[in-house]
């Protein structure tokens, strides 16, 4: 009989017993996923949120500042496409939403990974 992986979470935080916190399947998953998509990683415009790994991230801040529009929601979805495909290569897209606000742009996200699937919301302030 297998184990589901644990693992710790992010953003770091304590759990009851004063230890981080850790966590398995849909939980898990969801940490990680955000991890990646809300990490700065180096662009043409920034060096990188992480000094140790400066391309480690998706670079969603360029997402900002720019027209809200239908190419604006492509750009967010390639973005994510290839930072999951690069930093987290067992997970799956299984569908992606923008929701545009007037000056934000949600990003909504179905992701599976083995036989977990979970819904994922990313925030991207305009």
Partial sequence: ???APQNL???FR???????ATGTGAELLASK???????????????GEL???????????RLRHQRNDTVLAELA??????ALARWLPGVRLV????????????LL?????????VAVRVPVTQ
């Fill in 14 to 20: 304590r759990d009851r017993k004063r230890d981080f």
């Fill in 9 to 11: 979470l992010v953003p």
């Fill in 51 to 61: 000094p140790w790994r400066t391309s480690f991230g998706a670079g969603l801040s």
């Fill in 33 to 47: 996923v955000r991890q990646v998509l809300l990490t700065e990683g180096a662009t043409p415009h920034s060096t």
């Fill in 109 to 117: 996200l179905r992701i599976s990974e083995y036989d977990v699937e």
């Fill in 77 to 82: 979805r390639v973005y994510i496409r290839d």
């Fill in 1 to 3: 009989m297998s184990r």
């Fill in 95 to 106: 569908e992606f939403e923008v929701e545009q606000g007037e000056a934000t742009i949600s």
